[in-house]
């Protein structure tokens, strides 16, 4: 199985600072990364596909890079609406798998 | 818009199978897609339990795989979880999705939380 590995694990952070996640896969996955946000009590959203593909109607502030096996999701300036929980997952092979999140905190 | 909602009971035994359904709303599973089911235990991430092509082929994860069956009814246009010889490390919140391999799970079900206790 490809494993995902995100850090950090806890990120304190304060409104418009620009905040960085970073997910490593333990092996080749292309681009075939997604990264989702998901805050306490209801289900991820989906925010960037493929690696760079920001999904519709999600705000310009998150980016995402990276291929093969080393990933990063950006937000430029981070907004109240933001602190949250995120994963990555790799859709590359049969088993899909997920990074452990990272919990985006108010400093 | 596509929407999807789960529903199942929200208590099973330890050792019973647990079986929740997914209701498609807004598109036709037919038309294709991979949907799928994840789960999330209290307080910890997000697990892929399996996934499921609109022309019924699945696949699972290995971990669960020897529990797991996943099926599509495209006449109610909803898909299926069961999972049998549950233990309390089963309890978790189950969701369905859209998506699976090359597809980001891009719409989720809004959840529900199953726990196993007798």
């Known amino acids: 199985d490809i494993q995902m590995t995100q850090s950090p694990s806890t990120l304190s952070a304060s409104v418009g600072d620009r905040v960085t996640i970073t997910c490593r896969a333990s092996?080749?996955?292309?681009?075939?990364l997604a990264w989702y946000q998901q805050k306490p009590g209801k289900a991820p959203k989906l925010l960037i596909y493929?690696?760079?593909s920001l999904e519709s109607g999600v705000p310009s502030r998150f980016s995402g890079s990276g291929s093969g096996t080393e990933f990063t999701l950006t937000i430029s300036s981070l907004q109240p609406d933001d602190f949250a929980t995120y994963y990555c997952?790799?859709?590359?092979?049969?088993?899909?798998?997920f990074g452990g999140g990272t919990k985006v905190e108010i400093k | 818009q596509v929407q999807l909602q789960e529903s199942g009971p929200g208590l099973v035994k330890p050792s019973e199978t647990l079986s929740l359904t997914c209701a498609v709303s807004?598109?036709?599973?037919?038309?294709?897609?991979?949907w799928g089911w994840i789960r999330q235990p209290p307080g910890k991430g997000l697990e892929w339990i399996g996934s499921?092509?609109?022309?019924?082929?699945?696949y699972y994860n290995p971990s669960l795989k020897s529990r797991v069956t996943i099926s599509v009814d495209t006449s109610k246009n909803q898909f299926s979880l069961k999972l049998s010889s549950v233990t309390a490390a089963d309890t978790a919140v189950y969701y369905c999705?859209?998506?699976?391999?090359?597809?980001?799970?891009?719409?989720w079900g809004q959840g529900t939380m199953v726990t196993v206790s007798s």
């Open positions: 999705a859209r998506g699976g391999l090359f597809n980001a799970f891009d719409i």
């Open positions: 092996q080749s996955i292309s681009s075939w």
């Open positions: 493929k690696a760079s």
């Open positions: 499921i092509y609109h022309s019924g082929s699945t």
């Open positions: 807004g598109y036709s599973i037919s038309s294709g897609y991979y």
């Open positions: 997952q790799q859709y590359n092979s049969y088993f899909l798998t």
